[in-house]
């Protein structure tokens, strides 16, 4: 395929990409994280209990499955239930309110019984169900018909016989008027419900069941979702001693409990024969004669003995209904049951066959449940439910955030105008800067918005704050990819090349910088994502897939647009790209005046660590643990108002601080504390509510444990660990182990400055502070990469030259460059700080500490360290003194072109070798004074020529550099062996 | 907390080595690693045996870290004038 074709099929391609994209923004919703769009988030710690002594990864997962069952009973919209390491769970609940009742609902461990089946039934429902080979009384039947037809359910339709012919009630309202006819049991210590419990029904028939059951009937009016519920309902009590289960049918053609069924409802006596805590190790397995599914289990010894009693009483009932001895088949008609009850559920309901257990099962060897169980995967779902039930880990809440809906809202308006604006910036700076070469670049960054965006939709990642901050921050990754080539096209450009070989060049030669420079970029961001917590995946992952893209449009679609425009009219004069003139060589002695620069970096690592020493660092609560609240009220107060109402409502011992919010007003208060429960939480929120009525439910809360403070702390530290191997790794393998070194130095540099700054400012660090600046830190390395990338290119380029001249030079031809990068991403940053809000002015503070001394240190650090170690290396020891020798002892700043054509000529006098013309020198250079000059680029010499950038022209320089390059190596192994 | 802080103060003095003959063992980086080393060491050595926990800093924790960066320096600094005297 040619040149040409290749362009166009790459532009056809982006195109169509950003097409379709537009397509997935328009039908797809983004999915927003609960930060912006209001919502609950909860986080558990699994912990062992009872015979356990560790939490397992099966436990957890059990653990989830449960969550989820709740939850969905709940009614909430799209919620995310998400393992988060080896024991903990996050739960997101959008549009939750009360995190307490929801805490409440989701958390509870779960609460498995066995019953004696039938003894336990009640009334009615015992005539039916309760008599095994017994034919229920026929008015009983006909009330119970009755029954169901008058709640709109047939009888005779197959999934609702199964349940009618065991007598359930098809309401729970039924069953539940039922229930409440029963006499109390007061103090009942082996009911599985110490307390009566509440239902709340509709006024209207079906009575259809609103909430319950509820210990209190406060509780039955409070929703997790905040929705009203019918305070004129019919509320109904169920003493301790009696409960009600439901149950559902089972699918004939699956054999499992079908779920999306109406369920059914019996009254029990609460008189459970053994719970969920008697029962060990279940698994589904097979049974060894017939290969068929089984479940098995053991118990504690408790268990053994209650299970044994149980089991032997079902039995002989079983036997007392038969008329002599009887076959397992018949003996099935006749046999009882225990149920397994789940969370008022009837998961189970297994026989206990006489015929075949007629003192029912010891339990020695543990028992096992088979033969009704059409498929594996029905065996299998009873194991879970015995595992859950027989759970032995308690779910600790050791984190709650809670942000309604109105703050959630304005953090998603404050975000998109914070990547806008940053978005038009950076543009307007391109456009300034590059011209039409901007022109090209906005383009691709505006593909690159499109398809970004669709990927958020489609994948889905759930955009959350920090999502966005990692988005404003890919806008600068993707135009710093196109400064670095763009900034490669004008040299060549003013090399004097033609447009088209200029761009071709460029591309060629910019992009192992960028791949570079991305690789680490997307190595902290996959590091991020592996150890950092919930929060910080986002920014992680957002990074981690921007920076993708931004390699397709920012390098591949730009090299396609410009290609194919590269022999236009438009593309004919230099002045289009910015690159008339000699453009702009920066001739500073960055070496020389090193020194200088380590003194200042000295003195402010200094006063850091004094300031760490005596200050400390203000660790927020994600590592501190404790509760912060944020609320803004409509009745003027002050700080001391707020504190003495939240002491009136038993909360005591918090800072207040009276805030300004640009959405809120001055009327704004943050709160924080020692951690609190969901309890505590919520009666704050009530008292200020009352006393200074809260502005548009504006209010929001962060609970953190002490155990989650740790393991933030502790995935920071990991993070930070393995972002520097990794990254030093990278760079030792691209490059060189010896500019690795240099690399991890500047890294130490920059954390200690930016912890010195946090320590002297006082402003507060979290686990979105750290992701930020752990995010900068792979980011900042773009600039040393770019640095050494030049400096490695050029080592080849200047055979003679000392290695300071070396790096002097290459800082003189990126510098430029990096300033334009750091610029365009301050530019993001900067909008951050001044639209994002309070989350994400954070991350802007953190980025713009990270990006100032990250700059900083891979000019005036890394290099300087790298020249300061390189220049120990014999080699380049010989050439400083042959420099020093001609220079009259000193070297100077930059490699003087004559000087070294004279270097060349005294090698050739000592080999005898005749000798060639070197390229004239334009211009020489200054001394080691530091000053700052424009030279025209080309009167460098034949360092930058002489590498054969010159379209052919050239040629015999090359040669003659070849030469000079094979000369100095001869030379070099033969006064090495002289020496030794 | 401790820990920062010396390391911090070690890297902060390793800065002026640039104005010391460059005689230390391994150049600069082996400077670098004198200065922390010795720094982190010498502050952990003493701070354990004034009986302060780690998370307790004040001024005299980051002055503490001074004698045993110039010690790190030293020790760096011998051992590379050793090695050159040294013929090869």
């Given at each position: 395929m040619g040149t040409r074709r290749r362009h166009l099929f790459v532009l056809l391609f982006v195109l169509g990409l950003v097409a379709v994209s537009g397509l997935v923004i328009a039908t797809k919703e983004t999915k927003l994280g609960l930060d912006l769009q209001g919502g609950l988030e909860l986080v558990y710690e699994g912990q062992p209990t009872g015979t356990a002594s560790d939490v397992s990864g099966q436990d957890v997962d059990n653990a989830i499955s449960i969550i989820e069952q709740r939850i969905n009973k709940l009614g909430v919209s799209e919620p995310e239930v998400a393992r988060l390491g080896e024991d903990r769970i996050t739960v997101s609940l959008p549009g939750v309110t009360d995190a307490e009742r929801a805490a409440e609902q989701v958390g509870t461990t779960a609460k498995l019984f066995f019953y004696d089946w039938e003894p336990s039934l009640i009334g009615p429902q015992f005539l039916i169900g309760g008599r095994p080979g017994q034919a229920p009384p026929e008015k009983v039947i006909k009330a119970s018909e009755e029954r169901w037809k008058a709640a709109g359910?047939?009888?005779?339709?197959p999934l609702n016989a199964q349940l009618f012919s065991g007598?359930?009630?098809?309401t729970a309202y039924d069953a539940a008027l039922l229930a409440a006819e029963q006499e109390p049991i007061e103090?009942?210590?082996?009911?599985?419900?110490?307390k009566p419990r509440y239902y709340l029904f509709e006024?209207?028939?079906?009575?259809?069941?609103?909430?319950?059951?509820?210990?209190?009937?406060?509780?039955?009016?409070?929703s997790p979702t905040g929705e009203k519920r019918p305070k004129n309902g019919i509320v109904v009590k169920v003493p301790t001693g009696t409960i009600v289960v439901s149950e559902y049918p089972t699918?004939?053609?699956?054999?499992?409990?079908?779920?999306?069924a109406e369920p059914a409802w019996f009254v029990l006596k609460?008189?459970?024969?053994?719970?969920?805590?008697?029962?060990?190790?279940p698994e589904q397995t097979y049974?060894?004669?017939?290969?068929l599914p089984v479940v098995a289990f053991q118990f504690t010894d408790e268990g053994r003995e209650a299970f044994a009693e149980v089991t032997r009483k079902i039995a002989e009932r079983g036997q007392a209904r038969a008329i002599g001895p009887v076959g397992v088949e018949e003996a099935e008609g006749l046999s009882g049951r225990f149920v397994v009850i789940l969370d008022n559920e009837i998961k189970s309901a297994p026989l206990i066959n006489f015929a075949q257990n007629p003192g029912g099962?010891?339990?020695?060897t543990g028992a096992q449940i088979g033969?009704?169980?059409?498929n594996i995967d029905d065996a299998q779902e009873l194991a879970t439910t015995l595992q859950i039930g027989a759970l032995p880990i308690n779910l600790k809440l050791i984190s709650e955030s809670q942000v309604s809906a109105t703050l959630g809202s304005q953090a998603l308006d404050d975000g998109i105008k914070a990547g806008l604006v940053g978005l038009a910036l950076v543009i307007i700076f391109l456009l300034l800067y590059y011209r039409f070469l901007g022109l090209i670049a906005s383009i691709a960054l505006g593909a690159y918005g499109v398809i970004f965006f669709a990927l958020i939709n489609l994948i889905p990642i759930t955009l959350t704050l920090p999502g966005i901050a990692g988005l404003v921050l890919t806008i600068g990754v993707a135009a710093d990819s196109n400064i670095v080539i763009f900034e490669r096209i004008k040299e060549e450009v003013r090399a004097g090349r033609s447009m088209s070989s200029a761009i071709s060049a460029g591309y060629k030669r910019g992009i192992s910088t960028i791949i570079d420079a991305n690789v680490v970029t997307l190595l902290t961001a996959f590091i991020l994502f592996v150890l950092a917590t919930a929060g910080v995946k986002g920014f992680a992952f957002t990074l981690g897939v921007g920076t993708i893209v931004s390699l397709l449009t920012a390098v591949i679609f730009t090299q396609s647009l410009l290609g194919t425009m590269s022999r236009s009219r438009v593309l004919r004069s230099p002045s289009v790209l910015?690159?008339?003139?000699?453009g702009k060589r920066w001739h500073y002695d960055f070496m020389g005046a090193s020194r200088w620069f380590f003194s200042i970096s000295g003195v402010i690592l200094i006063v850091g660590g004094l300031a760490l020493a005596t200050k400390q660092l203000n660790l927020g609560i994600d590592f501190e643990s404790g509760t912060r609240m944020k609320v803004a009220l409509v009745d003027l107060t002050n700080e001391e108002g707020v504190r003495s109402t939240l002491e009136e409502a038993g909360i005591s011992g918090e800072e207040v601080q009276q805030v300004s919010d640009?959405?809120?007003?001055?009327n704004v208060f943050q709160i924080q504390s020692h951690e609190l429960g969901p309890g505590e939480v919520k009666d704050a929120k009530a008292a200020l509510a009352a006393e200074y009525r809260i502005d548009n439910e504006a209010f929001e809360s962060t609970s953190v444990g002490p155990t989650f403070g740790q393991q933030v702390a502790r995935s920071a530290l990991s993070a930070l660990i393995f972002s520097l191997l990794v990254i030093c790794g990278y760079v030792a393998l691209r490059?060189?182990?010896?500019?690795a070194i240099p690399v991890l130095i500047a890294i130490f540099h920059d954390i200690l400055i930016t912890a010195g700054v946090y320590s002297l400012t006082g402003k507060e660090v979290s686990s979105g502070t750290v992701a930020a600046f752990l995010t900068i830190l792979g980011y900042s390395i773009y600039d040393t990469i770019i640095v050494f990338d030049r400096i490695r290119e050029n080592v080849p380029r200047m055979p003679r030259a000392a290695f300071s001249q070396i790096v002097n030079r290459s800082m003189s031809e990126v510098l430029t460059r990096s300033l334009a990068t750091s610029f365009s991403t301050l530019l993001g940053v900067f909008s951050l700080m001044v639209f994002g809000g309070a989350t994400l002015q954070d991350f802007a503070f953190a980025m713009l500490v990270g990006i100032a001394s990250g700059t900083y240190s891979s000019i005036f650090i890394a290099s300087p360290v790298l020249t300061a170690w390189k220049e120990r290396e014999p080699g380049f020891v010989r050439r400083r003194l042959r420099i020093a020798e001609i220079e009259g002892g000193r070297v100077p700043a930059f490699a003087d072109d004559i000087e070294m054509a004279k270097l060349g000529r005294d090698d050739e006098a000592e080999t005898g070798t005749p000798r060639r013309t070197e390229a004239p020198a334009v211009e020489a250079a200054p001394g080691p004074v530091a000053t700052v000059e424009k030279t025209d680029?080309?009167?460098?010499?034949?360092?930058?020529?002489?590498?054969?950038?010159?379209?052919?022209?050239?040629t015999s320089s090359e040669r003659r550099q070849r030469n000079a390059e094979r000369r100095a190596r001869r030379q070099a192994r033969r006064k090495h062996g002289r020496n030794r | 907390m401790a820990l920062v802080v010396f390391f911090t103060m070690g890297i902060a003095l390793w800065?002026?080595?640039?104005?010391?003959?460059?005689?230390f063992w391994q150049g600069i980086v082996g400077a670098f690693i004198g200065a922390v080393v010795g720094s982190t060491v010498f502050g952990l050595i003493v701070q354990e045996a004034s009986g302060k926990s780690l998370g307790d800093t004040d001024i005299s924790t980051a002055l503490l870290a001074i004698p045993g960066t110039l010690i790190g320096l030293a020790v760096v600094y011998f051992l590379g004038v050793r090695a050159e005297e040294q013929p090869d």
């Open positions: 359910r047939n009888p005779e339709k007598g359930a009630y098809p103090n009942c210590e082996t009911c599985s419900v110490s006024k209207q028939p079906p009575h259809e069941l609103v909430a319950g059951p509820e210990f209190t009937r406060k509780d039955l009016y409070i699918d004939p053609e699956t054999g499992q409990l079908d779920e999306t609460d008189q459970p024969a053994l719970s969920g805590d008697e029962i060990t190790d049974e060894p004669q017939t290969n099962i010891d339990g020695r033969g009704g169980f059409n910015g690159a008339s003139g000699p640009p959405n809120l007003g001055d490059f060189d182990p010896k500019f680029e080309s009167g460098n010499g034949s360092g930058i020529l002489a590498e054969g950038d010159g379209d052919g022209a050239s | 800065h002026f080595t640039v104005f010391v003959p460059d005689r």
